[in-house]
């Protein structure tokens, strides 16, 4: 559920109607609700209480704008970062160092020194190279790298090729198969506490079925190190469920998450670690924006929206589904093309889809767009980027600035030895 609803006739972002928003701040602009958020991060928790001693780690790479940061640390999440300014931006929220998990394939040894400086509770190790680098870092600085090792399980998550991460031939963790002599060798050294083991086999996942395969060569395999002596106290079951884009899609509760998390790491004895993203965030936004033109088309009309693909990549990226909906709806219905400014035919939100009618100067918004939205923004085409507002009851905030094409412009230089004489 969230918290963008109409009332008289009207869309509503809580208690802030839509139009109003974009008469002050102006389109596109990426819309929060806060107690969507809240409800999101309240709603995960109590799905993975069921199977016991966790920790939240909110993956901010998401939505890593610091208004919605701090909503998560007053929650009680920490974060999972994956790179240095994630990093930055999670203590900047006021995260505690101690509740932060480092992940990431290519952390470089400045990010990993960053981290250990920073005291970050949880790194979590892709290679066993970094590994290694890692301990040696920490021990020359006396100090001690906590640290899990993060498992390819190999499983096939039943999501998009591009969000799949867990299956043998990706780029993330070690093989499963490997992964208890890499442990061996890591355990012991100095600098370097190996407390466990992590997983994240993709995003948007629809179905259970593959976490629990993964959970299950999880356990076995923490079974096998346990047996040789390591002490094993955390392990990281990652992210990755998915959420509804389409009216009516049902999606894997976090309560059933949960239920099926306390039945498989029944007797494992550990603190759980979760990395939530797309679920706290992806239904707790919205992308507002105005119909240019209504332009003839072939077979169907073109509704050209002033977003565009450097707004909301998803759609370009991964043929992405968002609801489009206008924010004053008339009751009848059209079928139409939607694209965006942008000079790629890339840059088209939808073909031949039905929805609300709109003519040129309709607000409309593009729903479940809070998490790998504004984000993933770009300036192409040179474009502003694309500012963010955060709702909370009747009021409301920009809590990230559009940036015009002239300020971007500003951080170029062109040297004087292309000066014509
Ligand atoms: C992206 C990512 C997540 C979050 O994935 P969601 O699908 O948004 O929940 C968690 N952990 C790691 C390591 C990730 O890379």
């Known amino acids: 559920m969230d918290h963008f609803q109409l009332r008289n006739g009207e869309l509503y972002a809580e208690d802030v109607p839509l139009s109003r928003i974009a008469a002050e701040v102006g389109t596109p602009v990426y819309v929060y609700s806060r107690a969507t958020f809240e409800r999101h991060a309240r709603a995960f928790r109590a799905g993975m209480e069921r199977a016991g001693r966790v920790h939240l780690a909110y993956a901010i790479k998401a939505n890593p704008n610091l208004a919605v940061l701090r909503v998560m640390a007053n929650e009680g999440y920490g974060a999972d970062v994956v790179s240095g300014g994630e990093m930055a931006r999670a203590l900047a929220a006021g995260m505690p160092a101690s509740g932060i998990v480092f992940s990431g394939v290519g952390k470089t040894p400045a990010e990993l020194t960053k981290g250990l400086e920073a005291g970050i509770g949880q790194f979590n190790i892709e290679l066993e190279e970094e590994g290694e680098v890692l301990a040696a870092l920490a021990a020359a600085r006396g100090l001690t790298a906590s640290a899990v090792l993060r498992v390819n399980p190999d499983v096939d998550a039943g999501t998009h090729a591009k969000i799949s991460t867990g299956r043998k031939e ?37 179905s259970l079925e593959p976490l629990e395969a993964a959970y299950r060569r999880i356990g076995a395999l923490v079974a096998e190190l346990r047996a040789a002596g390591h002490v094993i106290d955390r392990i990281d079951l990652g992210g990755g469920l998915g959420v509804p884009y389409q009216p009516g899609a049902v999606y894997p509760t976090p309560d059933a998450l949960g239920e099926m998390t306390a039945r498989v790491t029944a007797g494992w004895d550990v603190e759980l670690m979760f990395e939530p993203g797309r679920v706290i ?35 370009a990226l991964y043929d992405a589904y968002h609801h489009f909906e206008a924010v004053r709806p008339a009751g009848d219905r059209m079928i139409a093309n939607i694209a965006g400014p942008v000079c790629e035919s890339g840059d088209t939100f939808a073909m031949a889809r039905e929805i609300d009618r709109v003519v040129s100067g309709d607000l409309a918004i593009f729903r479940t767009a809070g ?24 009021r409301y905030a920009v809590v990230a600035d559009r940036i015009s094409a002239e300020t971007i412009m500003h951080a170029e230089r062109v040297p004087d030895w292309l000066d014509r004489v």
Request: aromatic fraction near 6%.
């Open 170 to 206: 990706n780029k993330f963790g070690v093989p499963v198969d490997q992964a208890a002599a890499i442990f061996a060798r890591l355990a012991g050294r100095p600098g370097l506490r190996l407390r466990g083991v992590a997983i994240h086999i993709g995003s948007q996942l629809q």
């Open 371 to 394: 998490a790998y939205g504004a984000t993933m923004a770009s300036t192409y085409n040179s474009r502003p980027l694309v500012p963010e507002v955060m709702v909370d009851g009747d």
């Open 281 to 315: 965030a992806g239904n707790a936004g919205i992308l507002l924006t105005r119909v240019i033109w209504v332009k003839p088309g072939v077979v169907h009309p073109y509704i050209i929206v002033d977003a565009a693909m450097n707004d909301l990549a998803r759609p």
